[in-house]
Nanobody, 122 residues
Framework: QVHLVESGGGLVQAGGSLRLSCAAS????????MGWFRRAPGKEREYVAS??????SCADSVKGRFTISRDNAKNTMFLQMNRLEPEDTAIYYC?????????????????WGQGTQVTVSS
């Protein structure tokens, strides 16, 4: 059983930056496909980025602004978010799954964190 805990969310002005962390226990981040998803108020859950042994991928809406990475020694995944926009306001969730691919949808992931709120003011 993998346990995931997100942190790093907060309130930031448009154009600012935040770095989200996802600390894992009960499993090693380099043994799973790890992903970031978000849910904005009144909207469905949306894919943001993912990373595994084969590389990483991200949604077109965040390409060039968000970077996903992981630190195997800390067993932690990160999402560096730059040039934030009000449209990025959402609860951000990290997820993990052994069989997911970089392009898997949210329902393919077995393990989820509790989420961290990101609010971008205009």
């Amino acid at each position: 059983q993998v346990h995931l805990v997100e942190s790093g969310g907060g309130l930031v002005q448009a154009g600012g930056s935040l770095r989200l962390s996802c600390a894992a226990s009960g499993g090693f981040v380099n043994a799973y496909t790890m992903g970031w998803f978000r849910r904005a108020p009144g909207k469905e859950r949306e894919y943001v980025a993912s990373i595994n042994w084969s590389g990483n991928s991200c949604a077109d809406s965040v390409k060039g602004r968000f970077t996903i990475s992981r630190d195997n020694a800390k067993n932690t995944m990160f999402l560096q978010m730059n040039r934030l926009e009000p449209e990025d306001t959402a609860i951000y969730y990290c997820a993990a799954d052994r069989r997911a691919t970089l392009w898997s949808i949210g329902s393919d992931y077995d393990y989820w964190g509790q989420g961290t709120q990101v609010t971008v003011s205009s």
